[in-house]
Each structure stands twice: as C-alpha cells, then as structure tokens.
C-alpha cells in the first residue's frame, strides 16, 4: 500500500529517520520518501492524452502498464526548458496508482529525522500548499518534502479516466 510523505513524516515524528530521494526543479530542491518511489528512468517516448490537465505531460507503457506522466516544472508553473542529460522521471506511488513525475535532476538519498521538519511558510507556495508537506533543514540548506499523493487532484483522475 502507498505510504504519503505525510505518513513518512509522522514515523519521523516518532524518532525514526526516513529515506528520502532529493531532486532539483529549476533552483529549488524537493523530495520525496524513498518508499514511494519504484524507479527513476530516462526520459521515454511520451504519448498526449487528449483535453488532460496543463501538467498533465501523457502516458507511458512501462512493463504493459499505463503510467501517467507528470511535468513538475508545469505543475510549480515554471518556465519550460528542454530537457537535458540530466533531466529524469521518477516513478512514484501517488494514492493507489502510479505515476511519473518529470524533473530537471536527481541528486541524492538522504535520511531525515523530526526535527528537520518544519511547516510550509504561508507565503511563496500558495498555488502549490496542496502537494509541499512542508520544509526540512539541512544545516543552511531547505528541502521542500512533496506529497506525492496529492499530485493529481480528485478533478485531475477524472479528467484522465474520460480522455
């Protein structure tokens, strides 16, 4: 069963480290629970899913199964750029299904214990508040943890299911 960043967050809560895998998307560095993620992959041939959400990138056949890809650069409504060596798609637990997301780099795997957990400021995520599950301090650095889970919204599925 899917665990959320919050459930890995809550087992850090009670004194036990947690292994996440850090990625870059323009400047920021985010991450997300290493027990979420199943592979990261190269960027693949990506079919379009007609009238998907905007981040909505498509579709892949991964192994026979259909996984939904996801641009991160789109859902933080940055500036696209061309993808390059380094860019990557990690495939990530999000509820019961599958999905990739699309980011600029993978960096490290890092452990994370309680007190490097801190809540989202108010200001500056505001459109994203739904998926950043907060803030973790690296010494002078920040990580953003997102909640894979919250990804595509209940309206996201759906749109997905008609097209």
């Known amino acids: 069963m899917a665990r959320s960043a919050n459930a890995v967050t809550r087992q850090a809560d009670a004194g036990a480290l947690a292994k996440w895998v850090t990625f870059g998307i ?7 629970p290493v027990l979420q993620v199943q592979e990261v992959l190269k960027v693949p041939e990506i079919a379009a899913v007609p009238e998907a959400p905007g981040h909505v990138l498509g579709i892949i ?10 641009d991160m650069r789109r859902r933080f409504h940055l500036d696209e750029r061309p993808h390059d060596d380094a860019t990557r798609i990690i495939l990530v637990e999000m509820g019961e299904s599958v999905g990739g997301i699309l980011v600029d780099r993978v960096e490290v795997l890092i452990e994370l214990g309680p007190h490097q957990f801190a809540p989202l400021p108010s200001s500056g995520h505001r459109n994203n508040a739904n998926v950043l599950s907060g803030v973790a301090h690296l010494g002078e650095e920040t990580l953003i943890p997102i909640d894979a889970d919250k990804l595509l919204s209940p309206e996201d599925w759906q749109a997905l299911d008609a097209g």
């Open 61 to 70: 056949n991964l192994h026979g199964n259909v996984v939904t890809m996801l």
């Open 26 to 32: 323009g400047q920021e560095p985010y991450g997300i």
